[in-house]
C-alpha cells in the first residue's frame, strides 16, 4: 500500500489566491513526522513545513500553512496568496518513529502552476 | 554553510559500465541519505547513513548497487555494469540526528543517462 498518496497530479491558480495541495497518508505509527517540501524546475528540493504527529496546533510558515487532520490521516498544504515563483513540484512525505527515525517516504508530487 | 553537494551533475554511461557519484553533506550533519528520483516521481530511498554506519538499504536496492562514508563525512554511490532503467536523478540528503522536525536538506542532484 501506498504510504503518501498525492492525488492531484497538476494545479493550477491564479496569481495572488490561495491554493491547497492534498496530502494522504498510512501508518499504523504513533510517532510520525509530515514534510512538505518544494522542487523547483532547477531541481533541488527544499524544505517548506513540518507537522509532527503529536503537535496539536497546525503549522503555519509564512505563507505556508498544514491543514493537518489526523482521524483523516491526511496533511494538506496550503499556500496563501501565490506567487509566480510558486510554480514548482510539491512533495508530501513522511517519516515513521520517534526521534532515531530514519529515511522518509515520498508521495509522487503535485506539480503547481500559478498563472499571472 | 555551504549546503549539499554533489558531484558529477549529470553522468552519460553505456550500459555494462560502472559509476560513482560522491556527495559531500553540510559538514555538521551526521545523517546522509541516497535517493533516486525517475521523471514525474516522488524520490524513491535508497540507503542512509548515521556517521559512517550504513543503518539501512532499500529491499528494492539491487547488489549493484553500493553505497560507502567511510568516515563520516562525504558518501559516494556506486553502480556496477549499468543498466538502462538506472537512468534517473540520484539525489543526496543530509540532516541533523536529533534536531526539532530533522528535515532534509537536499542537493542538486547527479543525472545519470545509460545508453
Known amino acids: 500500500a501506498q504510504k503518501i498518496t498525492q492525488t492531484q497530479p497538476g494545479m493550477f491558480v491564479q496569481e495572488k489566491e490561495a491554493v491547497t495541495l492534498d496530502c494522504t497518508y498510512d501508518t499504523s505509527d504513533p510517532s510520525y513526522g509530515l514534510f512538505w517540501y518544494k522542487q523547483p524546475s532547477s531541481g533541488e528540493m527544499i524544505f517548506l513545513i513540518y507537522?509532527?504527529?503529536?503537535?496539536?496546533q497546525n503549522a503555519t510558515e509564512g505563507r505556508y500553512s498544514l491543514n493537518f487532520q489526523k482521524a483523516r490521516k491526511s496533511a494538506n498544504l496550503v499556500i496563501s496568496a501565490s506567487q509566480l515563483g510558486d510554480s514548482a513540484m510539491y512533495f508530501c512525505?513522511?517519516?515513521?518513529?520517534?526521534?532515531?527515525?530514519?529515511?522518509?517516504?515520498f508521495g509522487d508530487g503535485t506539480t503547481l502552476t500559478v498563472k499571472p | 554553510d555551504t549546503g549539499v553537494s554533489q558531484d558529477p551533475r549529470h553522468k552519460i554511461t553505456k550500459r555494462g559500465q560502472n559509476v560513482t557519484f560522491r556527495c559531500d553533506p553540510i559538514?555538521?550533519?551526521?545523517?546522509l541519505y541516497w535517493y533516486r528520483q525517475t521523471l514525474g516521481q516522488g524520490p524513491e530511498f535508497l540507503t542512509y547513513f548515521q556517521n559512517e554506519a550504513q543503518l539501512e538499504k532499500s529491499r528494492l536496492l539491487s547488489d549493484r548497487f553500493s553505497a560507502e562514508r567511510p568516515k563520516g563525512s562525504f558518501s559516494t554511490l556506486e553502480i556496477q555494469r549499468t543498466e538502462q532503467g538506472d537512468s534517473a536523478m540520484y539525489l543526496c540528503a543530509s540532516s541533523i540526528l536529533g534536531a526539532p522536525n530533522e528535515k532534509l536538506f537536499f542537493g542538486s542532484g547527479t543525472q545519470l543517462s545509460v545508453l
Open positions: 559538514s555538521e550533519h551526521n545523517r
Open positions: 512525505a513522511m517519516r515513521e518513529g520517534g526521534t532515531n527515525a530514519g529515511k522518509s517516504t
Open positions: 507537522q509532527g504527529s503529536y503537535d496539536q
